[in-house]
Each structure stands twice: as structure tokens, then as C-alpha cells.
């Protein structure tokens, strides 16, 4: 309502333009957000910020290539932009394998610029003589997250916040939830349970939390966000602790020196790869993510094609990793097995710009409108959760495969 009644008083206002875009994208409203973006960005043609918020937009709708010109556009108006630079880093998963020499250098790049834009609130070295070292003493862990609510990086992180041996680890939790949630709870209560501390930091500027790591004596942080929203990666950079650890948030490489250790598994990352990393892999044994399904998760519905006398194919992955290529090769799937169709689910369903940028790509592609259902998001998880049970196959994206929505 306070960006509607500035853009009544100043119709061309480009800050309200885009902060009220902003407000839209996350609703899953791309055609007006789309509409106050270009508006915002021919007002002012040089602001950095709009720009990179066009590319977050066209992003969510799929239009990779797209929100790659548009943060690189921003970079070129604010090269130190951070949400920008880390924005096409994420991009670039979406179309780019992983091992590619443009992925890997980017994100090394990246790092060694990041590095240095946070030299000056480096903390000293531990030295060995700074250290604890009483026999038998528990090894102190902590975790940075700003996903600890109902996330998809939740469902990975609660079993190692409710299950590190109290003998062995002192666990210590470092949230910065914006909104913490009835997830947020749950977790907070099971770190509690288990005899670990849990930290609300999320206003705290990252030197300061980077100092309040430093000051609790943490051993290992663990970090769960990569270059993925809200991320923390600041702390890492500022070396807030001797060992530096990244895990599930995201598919690649932090870029950063001060992150020392990035724990997979031999599938995701096999001993021959070619991908580089600036981390050490510690591939785990068997598979990396350790999945806690919802407690409101309904029963596994009976297969549908049962009833329906047809094939149902579907895929609940956000429209970022749903480029052209792989709704080209659906496209080829359904082709293949008569009478049969699709199921998509994501939240940008819910605008008509949105479902008519994939129902033409799967129109080119030989798919009839008929055969596919574009749904947008439900009310909650366990709703959600039910709606897999309209189909019968679940298809993966690529490169940029999916995670909690396999799991699910």
C-alpha cells in the first residue's frame, strides 16, 4: 500500500517501481512485476538494483538466458553488487553442467573478489596456542542458516541438529530467519533437547556474527546456504572459525579459499570429475542429504494410472530449472506414450504470463494444451505434499537436478 500510494503521488518513481515488483515476483505475479520492472528501469535506465531484480524475475519464470543479460547488466552498473553477482552464479547451474570451465572460473572469481572486499574485517589467525586442548573435550559444531522455517534446506538440516552425539559435540545454532515459523519452533525446541544453543542473529550485521562465532569457541562451522538468498558467506570470508564447512544449500562451489571442506558423495560428485572447487571434497559414505519427510505428509496415494487409464507424468521443481531444453525432451517423452500428460507445479503458475511462456515451449515441442496441467502453489506442506499424488512418474530437471523435490 506505501509503494501504491508513492507511485499515485510519483508514477515514474523508479524505487517504488521496483520495491513494489519485488512484492509481486514473490507472490508469483510475473506479468505485473514484469511491467513495473521495465517502467523502473526506463525511468532510470542506470539502476543497478532493478536490474538485478528483473533478472530474479525472469529467472523464476524460466527465462534463464534471459536473467543471466540482466544481472550481467547490473554488474556493469555496480560491479561490487552482491546479490547481483551471486544471482548469476546461481543462473549459471541452471544451464551450464557443473564441470564447465565458465561455471567453475566464475565462482572462483568470484571468490577471490569477495575475499578481498572483506579483508579488513578479517579475524586473527586461532593459533594453536588459542586453541582447547583438553583431552576428551567435545568438539564445539556450529551451523549458520537463513532457512531454518518451513524451507527446503530444513528438511536436510534437522536430523543433524537434533542427532549429533551430545557426548562427542556441542552444537551450536546460529538462525537468521527472517520469519521464523511453526518449523523454526520445532527445530529450536529439538536443538534445545538435544543440549545445544540456539542464536537469533539475523540482525546482526555479518562482522559482528562473524565476532560471536569467534567468541563462542566454535571448532567447525558448518555453512547451509552458498550463494543462495540471505546467505551468510561473509563470516566465512572474515574466517570466523579454524574449519569452514559448506553443505546442501546449494550445488557448487562457494569460490571461496576460507571454505575448506564442502561435503557430497561420489555420485553427485564422482573421484574422476572434472568440476573444480575451491573447497576439499569430502565425499560422505553412501549419499550426501539425510532427508526428514514432513510430519503432515499424507499416505502414498494409489497410482493414478489405475484409474485414469493413462500415464501421468509430472514435475513439482521450481521453473528455473525447467529450461527449454528439458521441456523439449518432455515434450519427446509425452510424444512417446499416447494419451498420456503432464503435471507441473510452481508458484509463478498462478500468472497467466507465466503458464503462457511454458505451455508455448511445450506447444513447440508437439505437446496439445489438453495434456498438461499447470498448477500453482498450495496452501501447505501437507497439501502439497498430496498433490504428488495426481501423478504417476516424477521427471527430473537438468543440469540442475532436483533435491527436495525428489525427495518428496
Not at 37 to 41: D, N, Y
Not at 330 to 333: C, F, T
Given at each position: ?11 515514474n518513481?523508479?524505487?517504488s ?5 519485488v512484492?509481486l515476483t514473490s ?9 513495473l ?5 526506463t ?15 525472469q529467472?523464476d519464470v524460466?527465462a534463464?538466458s534471459d536473467?543471466?543479460s540482466s544481472y550481467?547488466?547490473?554488474?556493469s552498473?555496480a560491479?561490487?553488487?552482491?546479490n547481483?553477482?551471486q544471482?548469476?552464479?546461481?543462473a549459471?547451474?541452471y544451464?551450464?553442467p ?8 566464475a565462482?572462483?572469481a568470484?571468490?577471490e573478489?569477495?575475499q ?6 578479517m579475524?586473527?589467525e586461532?593459533t594453536p596456542a588459542d586453541?582447547?586442548?583438553?583431552p576428551?573435550?567435545?568438539l564445539r ?5 537463513p532457512d531454518?522455517?518451513t ?7 534437522e536430523?543433524p541438529?537434533s542427532?549429533?552425539s551430545r557426548s562427542?559435540v556441542?552444537?551450536?545454532v546460529?538462525s537468521c530467519?527472517?520469519?521464523p515459523?511453526v ?5 529450536r ?5 538435544n543440549g ?8 546482526l550485521?555479518e562482522h559482528?556474527?562473524a565476532?560471536l562465532?569467534r567468541q563462542?569457541?566454535i571448532d567447525i562451522l ?6 543462495t538468498?540471505n546467505n551468510r558467506?561473509a563470516?566465512?570470508a572474515?574466517r570466523a572459525?579454524p574449519?569452514?564447512?559448506t553443505?546442501i544449500?546449494y ?7 576460507a ?6 558423495d ?5 573421484l574422476?570429475?572434472n568440476?573444480t572447487?575451491?573447497?576439499?571434497l ?7 542429504l539425510?532427508?526428514?519427510p514432513a510430519?503432515e505428509a ?5 497410482l ?5 487409464g ?10 528455473a530449472k525447467i529450461?527449454p531444453?528439458?521441456l523439449?525432451l518432455?515434450?519427446?517423452?509425452l510424444?512417446?506414450v499416447p ?10 503458475f498462478?500468472?497467466p504470463?507465466?503458464?503462457h511462456?511454458?505451455m508455448?515451449q511445450?506447444?513447440a515441442a508437439g505437446v496439445?494444451a489438453w495434456r ?5 502453489l498450495t496452501?501447505?506442506t ?9 501423478m ?6 537438468f543440469p540442475?537436478?532436483?533435491t527436495?523435490?525428489?525427495?518428496e
Open positions: 500500500e506505501c509503494y501504491m500510494a508513492a507511485l499515485n503521488i510519483r508514477p518513481f523508479p524505487q517501481l521496483n520495491n513494489l515488483a512484492v507472490q508469483g505475479k510475473a506479468g505485473e512485476a514484469l511491467a520492472l521495465q517502467a523502473a528501469i525511468a532510470s535506465p542506470g539502476y543497478a538494483e532493478a536490474h538485478n531484480n528483473l533478472g530474479v524475475l529467472r524460466g534463464i536473467a543471466l550481467e547488466r547490473a554488474l552498473l560491479p561490487d553488487s552482491r547481483a553477482g544471482n548469476r552464479l546461481l549459471l547451474n544451464i551450464f557443473g564441470e564447465g570451465a565458465a561455471v567453475c572460473t565462482h572462483a568470484w571468490g573478489g569477495f578481498a572486499l572483506h579483508a579488513a574485517h579475524l586473527p586461532v586453541r582447547d586442548v583438553t576428551g573435550r567435545r559444531v556450529g551451523y549458520v542458516s531454518l522455517f524451507h527446503s534446506v530444513s528438511y536436510f538440516a536430523a541438529l542427532r549429533h562427542r556441542q552444537l551450536y546460529y530467519v527472517g520469519k515459523d518449523k523454526t519452533v520445532r527445530l525446541q529439538q536443538v534445545a533437547a545445544g544453543v540456539w542464536r537469533d542473529v539475523g540482525r550485521p559482528q556474527l565476532q562465532i563462542d569457541g558448518v555453512e547451509l546456504t552458498g550463494h538468498a558467506l563470516v566465512c572474515m572459525a574449519v569452514h564447512v553443505w544449500g550445488p557448487n562451489s562457494t569460490g571461496l579459499d571454505v575448506d571442506y564442502r561435503l557430497t561420489a555420485i553427485c560428485d564422482p574422476d570429475t568440476q572447487f575451491t573447497e576439499e569430502v565425499r560422505l559414505p553412501g549419499c550426501f539425510c532427508y526428514t510430519p499424507p499416505p502414498v496415494a494409489p493414478p494410472a489405475a484409474a485414469n493413462f500415464v501421468t507424468f509430472g514435475s513439482f521443481n521450481n521453473l529450461t531444453q528439458v523439449t518432455w515434450g519427446r517423452i510424444n512417446s494419451a498420456s500428460r503432464l503435471v507441473l507445479k510452481a508458484k509463478p498462478s500468472c504470463t507465466a503458464r511462456h511454458v508455448a511445450l506447444a496439445a498438461v496441467d499447470l498448477l500453482p496452501a501447505g501437507g497439501e502439497h505434499l498430496s498433490v504428488y499424488g495426481l504417476d512418474i516424477s521427471l527430473d530437471s540442475y537436478a532436483g527436495t523435490t525428489t525427495m
